[in-house]
T-cell receptor
Framework: DAMVIQNPRYQVTQFGKPVTLSCSQT?????MYWYQQKSSQAPKLLFH???????NEADTPDNFQSRRPNTSFCFLDIRSPGLGDAAMYLC??????????????FGPGTRLTVL | GDSVTQMEGPVTLSEEAFLTINCTYT??????LFWYVQYPGEGLQLLLK?????DKGSNKGFEATYRKETTSFHLEKGSVQVSDSAVYFC????????????FGTGTQLKVEL
């Protein structure tokens, strides 16, 4: 089945130690998104890629970076995690950008713990 | 800016009870409206959507109607099951917003036997 896969499902890191989260998709979608979801809160968009075009949300901290080496993979890098970065990180995909009718397809998420 | 307001939870119902989760929105332009469901420890799954006024989205016994005049998209189900226990998110996207999803804060539903 076509899907969005996130690895690892659970990640523990230390305060200030860089960490990378991975997302892959077999849907061949052009757009990939990263959301941060803190406990009992709504998901918050960090950034998205339309093909290789990177789009950062205005309030996303510089501590968060992303890479998309090819259509299938997208990475979220947290350069110096703080305690406030502990959250569930959700990857999503959609076929196009600019079409509000498109559904976004979410992966299962990576739960990040910062010690 | 765009925003979504959902009724606060948790909502606790007995099995086979009727469910309504209220959702209202504020948006520029003509948004598409979505309900996503999140089961414990999992990511979000699309439950249903509606892309224009008066459209009704439906799936797995859930339904919601896009009401432009009241800017609402309330989720309903006639008879809930224990397996429906989850967090439900109402969301919108607008074409001018680059297909960005704006979510409500979520409503936790707990269904008991």
């Amino acid at each position: 089945d076509a899907m969005v896969i996130q690895n690892p499902r659970y990640q523990v890191t230390q305060f200030g130690k860089p960490v990378t989260l991975s997302c892959s998709q077999t849907l061949n979608h052009n757009v990939m998104y990263w959301y941060q979801q803190k406990s009992s809160q709504a998901p918050k968009l960090l950034f998205h890629y339309y093909d290789k075009d990177f789009n950062n949300e205005a309030d996303t901290p510089d501590n968060f970076q992303s890479r998309r080496p090819n259509t299938s993979f997208c990475f979220l890098d947290i350069r110096s995690p703080g305690l406030g970065d502990a959250a569930m990180y959700l990857c999503a995909t959609s076929p196009m950008v600019g079409l509000s009718t498109d559904t976004q397809y979410f992966g299962p998420g990576t739960r990040l713990t910062v010690l | 800016g765009d925003s979504v307001t959902q009724m606060e939870g948790p909502v606790t119902l007995s099995e086979e009870a009727f469910l309504t989760i209220n959702c209202t929105y504020t948006a520029t332009g003509y948004p598409s409206l979505f309900w996503y469901v999140q089961y414990p420890g999992e990511g979000l799954q699309l439950l249903l959507k509606a892309t224009k006024a008066d459209d009704k989205g439906s799936n797995k016994g859930f339904e919601a109607t896009y009401r432009k005049e009241t800017t609402s998209f309330h989720l309903e189900k006639g008879s809930v099951q224990v397996s429906d226990s989850a967090v439900y998110f109402c969301a919108l996207s607008t074409t001018g917003g680059g297909n960005k999803l704006t979510f409500g804060t979520g409503t936790q539903l707990k269904v008991e036997l």
